[in-house]
């Protein structure tokens, strides 16, 4: 029975997908007709006590941008940042970066690359963070603003990281129901930036591999496993205060409201996958691949037995019971990077968590699955960040890390 669900669920996934298309050439960027709440063309609300990203609904695609910042000077860091927020309350609204459809006169560069011209909002969110290497030797007087929560993160058994897709002084996620609109949001930030940043690594990604809305239909990551079953809920207010938004008290004031973001590039074994038998792929889990299932339950959201799985299993080793109660909000996406010159596809995980601290999140549940998960013959973790994403934009007078300056 699960083959046969299996395709049936392509097949609604490949609908939804024509639908989602079809409504975004339909109508224009600029707005117009009311329409319902849940449409995917809708505009997310940019400004908050929290940034926008972390616990709205997970939208369809994602463009993540990791930033050095090439200036040396505070001034010219904290101009750009004001410039970045300006834009991003622009876009996130399906509108222009500058006034008009392109902005400026014919003989200057116009000041929106203008490729979202006619899209929707799409519910475009940018949600920004800093990263380590920005307090690092005192560049910007930040030394002792760094919060004590971002930690580097150790070295991990297995990894195999790619400086040149790892860290990174500043990070933009754009998310958005389309992938151009997500695209389109990144280039302008890039291209506003020159001169004081530029980008030092960046992610595509589709096919959200994580829910954060429990009663949606649960997607598939590149495995073909339901993920994100057992996530933390954007609605769940108790579990967000507890293990995603930091606390006044956590160490550092600037960063109450915030969270702390993990993003690790997990290249999949595809072509070693695909020969392994069904068994063994839900062994590995610890749940069945038709409907998600924890081992010896009959429904994806039965409670998880863990003895009844094996003592590697990853979702055994990943939950909150094997970890001492640690909890995250995870937000990653698939990615397929073509080919690697070897003839196997360049595709995985894009692994994207949010806490309230990287030392009681992700380190201690990364360091249980990376010495024992029966997912690790299948993976390896390829890239690696961690950033200290600031609370959210309060009004148009504030902008993206106002409180980490002040
Ligand atoms: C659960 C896949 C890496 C943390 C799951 C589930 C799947 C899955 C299919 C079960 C459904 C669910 O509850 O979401 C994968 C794949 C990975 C990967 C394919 C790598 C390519 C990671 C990493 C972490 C992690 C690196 C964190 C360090 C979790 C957590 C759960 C989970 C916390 C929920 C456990 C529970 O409460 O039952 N993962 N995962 N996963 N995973 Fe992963």
């Known amino acids: 029975p699960s083959r046969r669900a299996l395709l049936g669920w392509g097949g609604a996934g490949l609908a939804l997908g024509a639908a989602a298309a079809g409504g975004t050439v339909a109508a224009v960027r600029s707005g117009g007709d009311a329409e319902p709440a849940a449409d995917t063309g809708a505009a997310v609300p940019f400004h908050g006590a929290h940034q926008a990203g972390i616990a709205t609904p997970v939208q369809d695609r994602l ?172 609605t769940d207010e108790a579990a967000l205060t507890k293990h995603v938004w930091a606390g006044a008290t956590d160490g550092t004031g600037w960063m109450a409201g915030g969270s702390y973001l993990v993003a690790r590039r997990i290249r999949m074994h595809i072509e070693t996958w695909d020969r392994a038998p069904l068994q063994e792929q839900e062994d590995i889990f610890g749940r069945d691949k038709g409907e998600g299932a924890p081992v010896g339950k009959a429904k994806e959201r039965d409670e998880p037995f863990l003895k009844a799985m094996l003592p590697t299993a990853h979702v055994r080793l990943a939950h909150p019971d094997s970890n001492g109660g640690a909890r995250m909000l995870r937000r ?47 993976i390896q973790h390829v890239g690696s960040a961690v950033f200290a994403v600031p609370p959210g934009v309060r009004d148009t007078d504030d902008w993206w890390g106002r409180a980490l300056f002040a």
């Open 63 to 234: 463009h993540f941008a990791a930033f050095d910042v090439t200036t040396k000077d505070r001034a010219e860091l904290i101009a750009l940042l004001k410039e970045w927020t300006r834009a991003a309350e622009r876009m996130t609204a399906g509108r222009t970066v500058g006034e008009g459809a392109y902005g400026g006169p014919a003989e200057a560069p116009p000041d929106d690359t203008g490729e979202a011209l006619g899209l929707r909002p799409s519910r475009l969110t940018l949600t920004f963070g800093v990263g380590p290497s920005l307090f690092a030797e005192d560049r910007f007087g930040l030394a002792d603003r760094r919060p004590e929560a971002l930690v580097d993160l150790p070295k991990f058994p297995g990894d195999n990281l790619d400086a040149s897709r790892s860290g990174g002084d500043l990070c933009v996620q754009a998310c958005a129901d389309d992938p151009q609109v997500a695209v389109h949001a990144i280039r302008n930030l890039a291209r506003i930036g020159m001169g004081r940043t530029a980008v030092r690594w960046s992610q595509l990604g589709f096919g959200k591999t994580s829910s954060t809305t429990p009663h949606s239909q649960t997607p598939r990551n590149m495995m073909g496993f339901k993920d994100g079953t057992r996530n933390i809920s954007g």
């Open 332 to 378: 990653g996406y698939s990615f397929t990077d073509g080919t690697d010159g070897l003839g196997r596809l360049d595709a995985g995980l894009f692994f994207l968590a949010y806490q309230r601290d990287v030392r009681k999140g992700f380190i201690p549940v990364q360091r249980g699955l990376a010495a024992s998960d029966a997912l690790n013959e299948y």
